[in-house]
């Protein structure tokens, strides 16, 4: 498949469960630290958490233990493709 100019590739690989689980967990935690520090940047300016930022941590927790069950589930012996895409949309 041919890529556009706004889709760029993150991940692309096959990886034992070990390196699965990392990779994926610091892509997660990353992500979570970034809205909580959005976060408390908003607390401290208006007094309360930014509630988008509330909303994205707890559903990236929830994939992020989702994720983690399932590799661990999975890992005697395995090694999962794993693919993860960027798709940058410009809007009006």
Same mark, same amino acid.
């Not at 007094?47 to 233990?65: D, M, Y």
């Given at each position: 498949? =041919? ?27 990353? #992500? ?5 520090? #959005? ?10 958490? /930014? ?13 992020? /233990? ?9 890992? =005697? ?16």
């Amino acid at each position: 498949m =041919a890529k556009q100019k706004n889709q760029f590739n993150l991940l692309n690989g096959k990886f034992n469960g070990e390196d699965a689980k990392e990779i994926l967990a610091t892509l997660y935690n990353d #992500k979570i630290q970034y809205h909580r520090l #959005k976060s408390f940047s908003h607390e401290e300016r208006f007094g309360q958490p /930014e509630p988008h930022a509330v909303e994205r941590i707890s559903e990236l927790k929830k994939n992020l /233990e989702a994720i983690l069950i399932y590799l661990d589930q999975n890992t =005697a012996k395995t090694h999962f493709e794993i693919h993860a895409d960027i798709v940058i949309r410009q809007l009006k």
